[in-house]
């Protein structure tokens, strides 16, 4: 299980502050199971990883052993909580089989061309992930990839698309229902910045040929692990500590990794945290940075700017592969005296640095901490970001589970482009 | 040129407000030229498209054209200023040639390893990039390609290296001096954020196949246009809102593009804006984000959460490419009204819609509108920010041109090192 320290937001919070937020924390987290609570109808997530529909399992696994047979590249369509978590995991875990290429989250014909290059002259299959199948960057590809594939295998290209959308209601429903497509459900009780464990994000994710009964696996036993209701429990603690630092000021979680393969959980993050809190004028501002690479870009901000910022960062011991630092005969750069030892061992004592100078400047860290990085560790970490996030959410007074603010520029969009 | 609109500030600052800060900005542009400044030995910059090395400029060519035709793979090394620009150019850019891999800027031996497969069985060549060679992250990748280079090549490896370093001390231009390789120079008035126009930047770009004559007088013709010294000058304006929104409360500047390849803009924005202003408990915390990619995430956050945060939106007309939209003969998708439209038009729909409902949510918006992204664009783009970011880092009474806060994390590290 991940490990949380808090021991670096010390000067700035004390322990005896987070455990005097118990009973905030207790009532929020009691919220998830309250039906007069706010967004109660979107609470599906909480117990997903055990209460999820096994026979839909099976045909998810069965789906992707189909694609990895027959398909060099799987198309994937989605945008938002559509393709994030898909995309992290698939970054973030070894994966073989197809390429899988996400497409229909932008407007860009470029990243379009880019794809439609990638599968000419190739076997490949389309995912297309819509609730409702009306949302114009991934209705607009799917139109594209759709007429390729049709084009390519003529009637059989019904067997080579899976709709992943509402169980009953849509256009994608329909066009699924009228064409025999394979199709999945998104749940109702399941918003989009969930859903990474439902069939939204297990199809691609396992076309990948990650074991997502591993997945949910992992997601389970933090399902167990952090229902517990006191201040031992580390959802709790961040929790707590998170709505501290906001109250002091912090106004910014910079969510920081240590591997450039994990830029997605950051991504992930930013929709997670910023679509939940980031309402009726309130809210943490999610920002992400990649370390130690950006230590040479924000990092005098982070040490001496505005100080209305605290990290959250994540770091993981193992991350699949070590390189030992060569001896040099000539030794011009004088780091000999690191010869022999593992790349990681100079990445652990910059992390260690760093959390010792951004303290010392002001910017305190919290820290989770991982032994490695495995498919049962990403599901922990996808559940305890989630379970956070709802109870977090309910703290600061919000309803954690809409995002009435997405439709605005939608609205203006829609008038714009003189839809009917 | 860069057409800059402050209309959708209208509401947040007035005219007037700008125009009020006419004085200010000019006292602090004035600073750039001020041996007395602040930050007056690092101000290279601002002549630099003009008054630049030629002997060298053509060196970078030459050096470019070999890599080019001897090799199918570049690895550049550098870390934050030594290699974000460049990188930056090989994104936003189309290039051809060798592929051109950027290492040593992380710690992560996933990094390394994969481009040390990209190189297997290849014809190579690095060009490491560090003012002083002392960098932990770029002096540990150029110890193990460096190797790598010696094992394939052996005598002829010193052929392939060109390093990039000061012009006389530290420990790479002696090693590149007993070694003899080809080198060039990181001027000592040019700090690594503004050297995307010193040989920092350019040898790679020069290597893409980029034309960095033309990149050189695009940031020409922007550095006698921007020299201007009144209200009409677009930098002038931009300085003078962004100082403006600041003071105002909103804290954070969220660099948006509408095309992903453009996303390494942000990154290189950040580093300049972040390093230069980010100082003495002051400045604007930089952000970055892709639409409409991210309206699906950070979207919510933008229209309703806390109103801290302003954007500056880089939206270009002509990306390089353009798809029309397929028509349907079902139409499930409601999507028939757009068929035949370019998917251009959509996203510029998304961009009018989205600038309207983020000043009506309270986040205003700076727009910088280019007709087209080319070399020449890229190039006074480059200059219009440096300029915008010294003349700001005056204006908000900080030195822009240094970066103490940088050294604290790396002293601890050489601590837990153990360096002799």
Same mark, same amino acid.
């Given at each position: 299980?991940?490990?949380?320290?808090?021991?670096?937001?010390?000067?700035?919070?004390?322990?005896?502050?987070?455990?005097?937020?118990?009973?905030?924390?207790?009532?929020?987290?009691?919220?998830?199971?309250?039906?007069?609570?706010?967004?109660?109808?979107?609470?599906?997530?909480?117990?997903?990883?055990?209460?999820?529909?096994? !026979?839909?399992?099976?045909?998810?696994?069965?789906?992707?052993?189909?694609?990895?047979?027959?398909?060099?590249?799987?198309?994937?369509?989605?945008?938002?909580?559509?393709?994030?978590?898909?995309?992290?995991?698939?970054?973030?875990?070894?994966?073989?089989?197809?390429?899988?290429?996400?497409?229909?989250?932008?407007?860009?014909?470029?990243?379009?061309?880019?794809?439609?290059?990638?599968?000419?002259?190739?076997?490949?299959?389309?995912?297309?992930?819509?609730?409702?199948?009306?949302?114009?960057?991934?209705?607009?590809?799917?139109?594209?990839?759709?007429?390729?594939?049709?084009?390519?295998?003529?009637?059989?290209?019904?067997?080579?698309?899976?709709?992943?959308?509402?169980?009953?209601?849509?256009?994608?429903?329909?066009?699924?229902?009228?064409?025999?497509?394979?199709?999945?459900?998104?749940?109702?009780?399941?918003?989009?910045?969930?859903?990474?464990?439902?069939?939204?994000?297990?199809?691609?994710?396992?076309?990948?040929?990650?074991?997502?009964?591993?997945?949910?696996?992992?997601?389970?036993?933090?399902?167990?692990?952090?229902?517990?209701?006191?201040?031992?429990?580390?959802?709790?603690?961040?929790?707590?500590?998170?709505?501290?630092?906001?109250?002091?000021?912090?106004?910014?979680?910079?969510?920081?990794?240590?591997?450039?393969?994990?830029?997605?959980?950051?991504?992930?993050?930013?929709?997670?945290?910023?679509?939940?809190?980031?309402? !009726?004028?309130?809210?943490?501002?999610?920002?992400?940075?990649?370390?130690?690479?950006?230590?040479?870009?924000?990092?005098?901000?982070?040490?001496?700017?505005?100080?209305?910022?605290?990290?959250?960062?994540?770091?993981?011991?193992?991350?699949?592969?070590?390189?030992?630092?060569?001896?040099?005969?000539?030794?011009?750069?004088?780091?000999?005296?690191?010869?022999?030892?593992?790349?990681?061992?100079?990445?652990?004592?910059?992390?260690?640095?760093?959390?010792?100078?951004?303290? !010392?400047?002001?910017?305190?860290?919290?820290?989770?901490?991982? !032994?490695?990085?495995?498919?049962?560790?990403?599901?922990?970490?996808?559940?305890?970001?989630?379970?956070?996030?709802?109870?977090?959410?309910?703290?600061?007074?919000?309803?954690?589970?809409?995002?009435?603010?997405?439709?605005?520029?939608?609205?203006?969009?829609?008038?714009?482009?003189?839809?009917?």
């Amino acid at each position: 299980m991940l490990k949380l320290d808090l021991s670096k937001l010390e000067g700035v919070i004390s322990q005896d502050q987070i455990n005097a937020m118990a009973p905030e924390v207790e009532a929020a987290h009691a919220k998830l199971y309250d039906p007069a609570a706010p967004g109660s109808d979107f609470v599906g997530w909480v117990r997903l990883p055990e209460d999820y529909d096994k !026979d839909e399992f099976a045909r998810i696994q069965k789906a992707a052993a189909k694609i990895r047979q027959d398909s060099q590249v799987l198309v994937a369509i989605g945008i938002g909580g559509s393709y994030l978590g898909a995309r992290t995991a698939l970054e973030v875990l070894p994966i073989d089989g197809p390429e899988i290429c996400f497409v229909g989250c932008s407007l860009s014909p470029n990243e379009l061309q880019k794809v439609i290059k990638k599968v000419e002259g190739k076997d490949w299959s389309i995912n297309v992930i819509s609730k409702s199948g009306g949302t114009t960057e991934p209705a607009v590809a799917f139109r594209v990839f759709r007429d390729l594939l049709v084009k390519q295998y003529g009637e059989d290209a019904d067997k080579r698309i899976y709709a992943t959308t509402d169980k009953a209601r849509g256009a994608l429903k329909s066009l699924a229902d009228s064409n025999g497509w394979e199709s999945f459900v998104v749940p109702d009780d399941v918003g989009g910045r969930f859903s990474v464990l439902s069939a939204v994000g297990l199809l691609p994710i396992a076309a990948g040929g990650i074991d997502i009964a591993e997945l949910m696996g992992g997601a389970r036993d933090a399902m167990n692990a952090y229902d517990k209701r006191d201040m031992s429990n580390p959802v709790w603690q961040y929790v707590a500590a998170r709505n501290l630092l906001y109250r002091q000021g912090k106004k910014i979680e910079l969510f920081c990794t240590y591997e450039p393969s994990y830029s997605f959980i950051g991504e992930w993050l930013k929709q997670l945290f910023g679509e939940s809190e980031g309402k !009726d004028g309130k809210g943490i501002f999610p920002a992400s940075a990649q370390f130690t690479t950006d230590l040479h870009s924000l990092g005098q901000y982070i040490q001496d700017g505005e100080r209305h910022l605290f990290e959250t960062v994540i770091y993981v011991d193992d991350t699949g592969c070590d390189i030992a630092i060569p001896y040099s005969d000539d030794n011009g750069d004088n780091l000999n005296y690191l010869a022999g030892k593992p790349l990681s061992f100079v990445r652990e004592m910059a992390f260690q640095g760093t959390l010792a100078a951004h303290q !010392d400047g002001g910017a305190p860290s919290v820290v989770l901490r991982l !032994d490695k990085m495995d498919v049962r560790a990403l599901g922990e970490l996808f559940y305890f970001f989630e379970l956070s996030c709802g109870i977090s959410g309910h703290i600061l007074g919000v309803n954690p589970f809409n995002q009435p603010g997405v439709e605005a520029y939608k609205k203006n969009m829609f008038a714009l482009l003189g839809r009917p």
